[in-house]
């Protein structure tokens, strides 16, 4: 009986991936046979159980975590790992009263940038922003909505559609 | 009976063993750089000559000059940035006044960022990017300019930061954010990449080592 099952475990082959994306942002790669470690002993029926839900969770998680990971890419660098800026060179974005009072330009300036002087929580500054012009109305909307409910900061979510839209407007 | 006795003893060795200190090993960092191997007229064993950081004339953010005799005896740190720099800078220059505040009145150490933009970066825009960063006093973290670019690039290659102007990098030139610690003769003595918080803490762990050997050389002196 266990020897049966066993060799059913070894002819299993791992599922075809459910589609193969184009960019390593939405590549959706099914998860290697659980049984391939030499040496390591799995319940058939549980390896089983597992097996689809762990090729699913690794088509959905993707692109979860976009804005936290768009944001390391472009903004940490300037503004901070944790929003924080840069004394009085960089403004912060953690308790930013300019998120607040400027929320339906922002779309526009982080694609654009600027170089004018901003106010932020009082304090002037007057440091380049770059245009982040690579970045589509999606990932602009994941990047916004990250920013905006970290670091003590809690805006309503905004939709894609809501960016587009403002996107639309820029000069 | 025997036991007695032995127990003791055996346990005044190991309070004395516990009580004499390990052999310090003595730190010693490395001399970085180009070096050249020189026979001697005597016939004797080869010297080996280390390249020292080259004459530099910088002006500060208080307009006041630069130059190697300025760190005469003491240690210093430079990194090379840019006051528009939208790229790496704004995270070295974070991380390099982490290590700033670690050390921010000893005589024994000071700060040098050196600007890889003098067209733009003017004594001005250097005295008011200082005053943002927070630092009041030109003497402990000079921000300087050689006013010449191509010449700030050839010092920054000598000081372990690379420079090519890449119309496709964030405010056009593309550097690495390199600290490089320079010891009392001139000579660098570590380098460290200021986008990892590793190799900046090492640079903290590294400072005290050298001061201690710079502290050594000088009591050396006084002997003589």
């Known amino acids: ?171 | 009976m025997l036991n007695r006795f032995l127990l003791p003893a055996l346990a005044a060795t190991l309070l004395t063993t516990a009580c004499t200190e390990p052999p310090k090993t003595v730190a010693a960092l490395p001399i970085l750089g180009e070096r050249d191997v020189r026979p001697r007229a005597d016939g004797g064993p080869a010297d080996t000559v280390y390249a020292a950081v080259p004459a530099f004339r910088l002006t500060d953010q208080a307009g006041q000059p630069v130059s190697n005799q300025t760190f005469a005896g003491r240690a210093y740190v430079t990194d090379f940035f840019f006051a528009t720099c939208p790229g790496i800078c704004p995270k070295m220059q974070s991380e390099l006044l982490k290590v700033y505040k670690k050390f921010p009145t000893d005589p024994r150490i000071s700060f040098l960022s050196i600007t890889i933009d003098p067209d733009h970066d003017s004594t001005a825009v250097l005295r008011d990017y200082a005053q943002r960063l927070g630092i009041g006093d030109a003497s402990r973290w000079h921000f300087a300019s050689l006013g010449d670019r191509a010449k700030s690039f050839e010092l920054a290659n000598h000081l372990l930061t690379g420079v090519v102007p890449d119309s496709l990098a964030p405010g056009g030139l593309a550097h690495n954010g390199t600290l490089a610690l320079v010891d009392d003769r001139g000579y660098i003595r570590g380098a460290y990449d200021g986008l990892n918080a590793g190799q900046v803490a090492a640079l903290q762990r590294d400072i005290p080592v050298l001061l201690a050997e710079i502290d050594g050389r000088k009591k050396g002196v006084a002997k003589k």
């Not at chain 1, 998680?61 to 940490?76: F, M, P, T, V």
């Open chain 1, 1 to 171: 009986m266990s020897e049966n099952v066993r060799q059913r475990v070894e002819s299993f082959s791992p599922p075809a991936p459910f589609s193969r994306g184009e960019g390593g942002a939405h590549s959706c790669q099914a998860p290697l046979s659980a049984g391939e470690g030499p040496g390591v002993r799995f319940r058939p029926a549980v390896l089983f159980a597992f097996l689809p839900l762990l090729a699913l969770a690794g088509c959905f998680s993707n692109n979860r975590h976009q804005g936290e990971k768009l944001y390391a890419q472009h903004c940490a660098s300037c503004h901070g790992d944790q929003g924080q800026g840069l004394e009085r060179l960089i403004p912060p974005l953690a308790g930013s009263d300019y998120l607040t009072d400027h929320r339906r330009e922002l779309p526009c300036l982080l694609h654009n940038g600027q170089n004018e002087v901003m106010v932020v929580n009082g304090v002037g500054y007057h440091n380049v922003m770059p245009s982040n012009k690579g970045l589509s109305p999606a990932q602009l909307t994941n990047l916004l909505n990250y920013i905006e409910s970290h670091w003590g900061n809690e805006a309503v979510p905004r939709t894609i559609h809501d960016v587009q839209a403002q996107l639309d407007k820029c000069r």
